[in-house]
């Protein structure tokens, strides 16, 4: 598609529960990034995928958090036992891949996750 | 990473022009300064970007000094619907490169 998909739009958890997320980027765009947002503009980068790979994942808590973009589906963020402090909006990106030096990502309109 | 300072807020009337300054005094020799814009309840969008001088497009303007050091973003004749968060970013935008947001400048547009 020509947007970034994000399902589902609100995710609402008690403390300890599952939550996953998902992500459909632009079609043809190698890269997906994810990127909670907090109170205050706060963005944090996650994690990234270069088509099915993990790219650079120096931003996941990596105990609770993980993440899959496998061929022709949806890319995914799963929190297992949520905390919280998991309550925020993530957002998914997507770029081209791009040797050159500049490059913009497409930001999909975010899940708002909400622990109880 | 070259941090970036923007004011936290700034409030403006419909029709004029806006600018929003950002200081990135550690910026780099291959770093670009790139501008997003987020509506409440929206992803980030992309608005301009540059790497010196001046850039136009249909939507504003960015203004880089010789030295690097700082940038503006102009807005001519906002109207309501501008009133959004703008980020000042800068770093290698590579394709492959993760974004670093800091905490924007909040436009209010004001009729």
């Known amino acids: 598609g020509e947007e970034v998909a994000q399902t589902p739009k609100h995710l609402v958890r008690g403390e300890g529960q599952k939550a996953k997320l998902y992500c459909a980027p632009i079609?043809?765009?190698?890269?997906v990034f994810w990127y909670q947002q907090v109170l205050k503009n706060e963005f944090k980068f996650l994690i990234s995928f270069q088509n099915e790979n993990v790219f650079d994942e120096t931003g996941m808590p990596k105990e609770r958090f993980s993440a899959k973009c496998l061929p022709n589906s949806p890319c995914s963020l799963e929190i297992q036992a949520t905390k919280l402090e998991d309550s925020a909006v993530y957002f998914c990106?997507?770029?081209?891949?791009?040797?050159?030096?500049?490059?913009?990502?497409?930001f999909g309109p975010g899940t708002r996750l909400t622990v109880l | 990473l070259a941090k970036t300072t923007q004011p936290i807020s700034m409030d403006s009337y419909e029709g004029q022009e806006v600018n929003i300054t950002c200081s990135h005094n550690n910026i780099a020799t291959n770093d670009y300064i790139t501008w997003y814009q987020q509506f409440p309840s929206q992803g980030p969008r992309f608005i301009i970007q540059g790497y010196k001088t001046k850039v136009t497009n249909e939507v504003a303007s960015l203004f880089i000094p010789a030295d690097r050091k700082s940038s503006t973003l102009s807005l001519p004749r906002v109207s309501l619907s501008d009133t959004a968060v703008y980020y000042c970013l800068v770093g290698d935008m590579a394709g492959a490169n993760n974004l670093f947001f800091g905490t924007g400048t909040r436009l209010t547009v004001i009729p």
């Open positions: 990106a997507s770029s081209q891949s791009s040797g050159g030096p500049s490059n913009e990502q497409f």
């Open positions: 079609k043809g765009h190698s890269y």
